[in-house]
C-alpha cells in the first residue's frame, strides 16, 4: 500500500481489468500553481502537471499480471523496498530501494498461486518486515493466505500458509485485537463477507473468524470512523449496491454490521479524515459509467452520512487519499478503467465536488496506485502497478520549475 487497494481482486475485479484494463507532499505554494493549470486547455494541463511536479517514470519488469503492490524498508537502509503480487506470475516481485530513488530487483519468489493483494508487517515481531499476501488458482478452488518472512537483507522466504473457505481478495494487516501482534482482515467477495485472523500470539497459528457483508463485497477499508481507537472495517458490496460498516468495540471484536445504500456499482472503498474533524470518513468509488465518488463523515456515534457525490470521468475502479498538495487536507485521487489519468480531486476544507480534476497521465492503464517518498527529500513520488504489461512505474516527484 500502499492506499492502499490496493487492490486487485479475483473473479469480477479481475475480470473488469482483463476486459479494459487494494502518505505525500506538495507545497502549500504550489496549489496556486495548480490553481493556474486549471485555466489551460487539456492538452496543456496534463502536460504541465506531470512536467512540473514528476520526472519522467522508471520502469521495472515485475512477474506477469502484477495486480497490487506495498512498501517497506526490508534491509534496514532508510529507504523504502518495494514488492509487487504478480498473479500471472505466481510470484513477488522484491525491489530493493536506492538511496535516490531508484530500484535493484533482487528476487522473484514463487508463490505457486496467484496473488491478489498484498500487505507489508513485521508479523512475528523480529524486527524485520514479512510479507503477506491472497493467493488463490484461476479457478479460484484453492485459497490461502501466506506469509514470507524478511531476512533483514531485502530477501523474502516462506514461511507459512493459511487455508481459508471462500476467496480472499482484498487484505489488510492490523493489530485488531491490541495484542501487539499484527492479524490479517480479508475481503471475500465468494461467500459475502469478510475473513478475519486474529494471531494466537507467539504461535503461526491465527483464530478464523467471519463478518457477513452485502453481496460481493469486493474492496476493504479499514480505519477508525468514531475515533474511539479501536479500528473499523468497510466493504464495498458491488452487487447490492451498499457498503458494510463494522465498529471495532477492542479486543477483536465488532459491532452488528451497519448496511449503508449507495449508488451503483460500488466498487472501492477508503477511509480517511477529509475534513479534519479527527473522525475518519469514507470515499466509494463506482465502478458505473459514468463513474463517482461519494463521501460519507464519520462522527461519534459511528454513524456514517452521506456528505457528497463527486462526479468522474468514466467507470472507477481505484481511490486513494492523500495529501497532494501539502495544505494539510486530504485529497482524492482515482483510476479508470478507460483511461491511463490519474485524476486527483483537491480538498477545499472537505468539499470536492467543485474541485476541477488534475490530470496525472501514465505510462499504461493502471488499476492501483501508491504513493511514497522513495528517496527521502519530501517530495511524493508516484508508484503504479500496470497489469497487462507486468510493469512497476515509479515517477519520483520534484518542485515545479523555478520555486
Not at 495486480?67 to 510470484?91: I, M, P
Request: net charge negative.
Amino acid at each position: 500500500m500502499s492506499d492502499s487497494f490496493k487492490l486487485s481482486l479475483t473473479f469480477f475485479w479481475l475480470s473488469l481489468i482483463s476486459k479494459f484494463q487494494k502518505e505525500t507532499m506538495f507545497k502549500n505554494r504550489r496549489f496556486w500553481l495548480l490553481f493556474g493549470i486549471l485555466l489551460l486547455p487539456v492538452s496543456v494541463l496534463t502536460a504541465s502537471y506531470i512536467q512540473d511536479y514528476f520526472r519522467s517514470p522508471e520502469l521495472y519488469q515485475t512477474g506477469k499480471e502484477p495486480l497490487d503492490l506495498a512498501v517497506g524498508d526490508l534491509n534496514h537502509d532508510n529507504s523504502l523496498d518495494v514488492v509487487t503480487a504478480n498473479r500471472k506470475g505466481r510470484s513477488l516481485s522484491v525491489f530493493i530501494g536506492n538511496s535516490d530513488g531508484t530500484l535493484t530487483f533482487i528476487q522473484e519468489v514463487d508463490i505457486g498461486l496467484g496473488a491478489t493483494s498484498i500487505a507489508i508487517a513485521d508479523m512475528n515481531l523480529d524486527d524485520n518486515l514479512d510479507v503477506v499476501v491472497s493467493v488463490c488458482n484461476y479457478s479460484c478452488s484453492k485459497n490461502e493466505i501466506h506469509i514470507y518472512h524478511g531476512q533483514g537483507d531485502g530477501k523474502l522466504v516462506f514461511a507459512e500458509k493459511h487455508n481459508v473457505s471462500g476467496v480472499p481478495y482484498h487484505i489488510f494487516v492490523r493489530d485488531f485485537d491490541q495484542d501487539q501482534f499484527p492479524d490479517i482482515a480479508a475481503s471475500d467477495a465468494s461467500e459475502h463477507r469478510i475473513i478475519l485472523l486474529l494471531s494466537n500470539q507467539n504461535s503461526d497459528e491465527f483464530s478464523i473468524s467471519y463478518l457477513p457483508t452485502g453481496q460481493r463485497p469486493i474492496s476493504l477499508a479499514v480505519g477508525d470512523i468514531n475515533a474511539d481507537g479501536f479500528l473499523d472495517l468497510c466493504t464495498a458490496n458491488q452487487s447490492d449496491d451498499t457498503v458494510t460498516l463494522y465498529l471495532g468495540l477492542g479486543e477483536g471484536s465488532f459491532s452488528a454490521p451497519q448496511t449503508i445504500g449507495t449508488e451503483d456499482l460500488p466498487y472501492a472503498v477508503t477511509i480517511a479524515d477529509i475534513n479534519g474533524d479527527t473522525f475518519e470518513d469514507l470515499m466509494v468509488a463506482h465502478s458505473s459509467d459514468p463513474g463517482q465518488v461519494i463521501t460519507y463523515l464519520g462522527n461519534e456515534l459511528g454513524v456514517l452520512e452521506r456528505y457528497e457525490v463527486i462526479p468522474a470521468i468514466g467507470r472507477l475502479i481505484f481511490v486513494y487519499a492523500e495529501d497532494f498538495n501539502l495544505d494539510g487536507k486530504r485529497d482524492i485521487a482515482v483510476t479508470h478503467k478507460s483511461t491511463q489519468d490519474i485524476h486527483v480531486y483537491l480538498n477545499e476544507n472537505g468539499s470536492f465536488a467543485q474541485s476541477e480534476p488534475l490530470s496525472i497521465p501514465t505510462v499504461h492503464e493502471i488499476f492501483s496506485l501508491l504513493i511514497a517518498d522513495l528517496n527521502d527529500d519530501g517530495n511524493p513520488d508516484l508508484l503504479t502497478v500496470e497489469f497487462n504489461q507486468g510493469i512497476l512505474s515509479v515517477a519520483l516527484g520534484k518542485d515545479p520549475e523555478g520555486y
